[in-house]
């Protein structure tokens, strides 16, 4: 059997050839970054990020210091960090919030308040950062993100997380839907199952939003001005 690292790269070499395919097609433009950023961090919490639960995810190893460089770039410009988690409050009966989403995956095993539902200490969010509680995939589907987002002026959505192949891949969707240019940061997702991530990276690449090295991400936060909300009109400055 192949291993995880044989799997990954025998996809690199597949989507390098059809790359040109999409080129021809008038696929793979690049959104660009804009000048107003936020990151938001999709379901980064104990469930995903460590060891021992369903939805244990795989590289944490390299997202969660990716995470750790891209929140200290970012608290020092002072722009909006928002993290996501996915928990329910009934997940019995007919007044479950867990939907239809429980007949495919269990879903009733992430309860709000229950610590594996809580963000991982590693990237704890500071008081001042904003705690999105969903209940699908998506960051934006049935949250204040959007409006959040707006409200703030930001133009662009830096996203982290996992999984790749779900909850990240729809707020990157959703992203641009609403009208967001988002950047994935490659070093900064993940998913459970060796390839997912490749082959959804190719993916979004050619058609919903950039994928981004994170040097590439840290120049960036590095070379914009510092942060002004417009909600306040008071420059956003958070220090760890």
């Known amino acids: 059997m192949a291993s995880s690292e044989e799997v ?10 059809d790359t040109g395919i999409y080129q021809r097609r008038g696929f793979q433009r690049r959104v660009g970054f804009g000048s107003r950023p936020a990151l938001v961090h999709i379901d980064l919490a104990n469930a995903w990020t460590k060891p021992g639960h ?7 190893d390299v997202i969660i210091p990716a995470v750790q460089r ?24 007919q007044n479950s919030d867990c939907g239809l989403w429980r007949h495919k995956i269990p879903v009733e095993l992430l309860h709000v ?85 490749e082959w959804n990276l190719f993916d979004i690449d050619a058609k919903f939003g950039d994928v981004e090295p994170l040097s590439r991400v840290l120049e960036y936060l590095d070379e914009i001005e510092p942060f002004v909300s417009r909600a306040s009109g008071v420059a956003q400055t958070s220090v760890k």
């Open 70 to 93: 891209l929140n200290d770039a970012g608290r020092a410009k002072g722009i909006p960090i928002v993290y996501t988690t996915t928990a329910y409050t009934n997940v019995d009966g």
């Open 54 to 60: 369903a939805f244990s995810c795989d590289g944490m």
């Open 113 to 197: 308040d229950d610590p594996w539902t809580q963000i991982d200490e590693r990237i704890a969010p500071l008081p001042d950062e904003l705690v999105l509680v969903k209940k699908r995939a998506s960051g934006f589907h049935g949250t204040n993100l959007a409006s959040y987002l707006n409200a703030h002026g930001v133009d662009t959505v830096i996203l982290t997380g996992v999984t790749m192949a779900g909850c990240v891949r729809h707020s990157c969707e959703d992203a641009i839907a609403e009208g967001f240019r988002p950047i994935v940061v490659r070093e900064g997702v993940g998913d459970r199952v060796p390839g997912v991530v």
């Open 8 to 17: 990954v790269e025998a996809l690199r070499v597949i989507f390098d050839a």
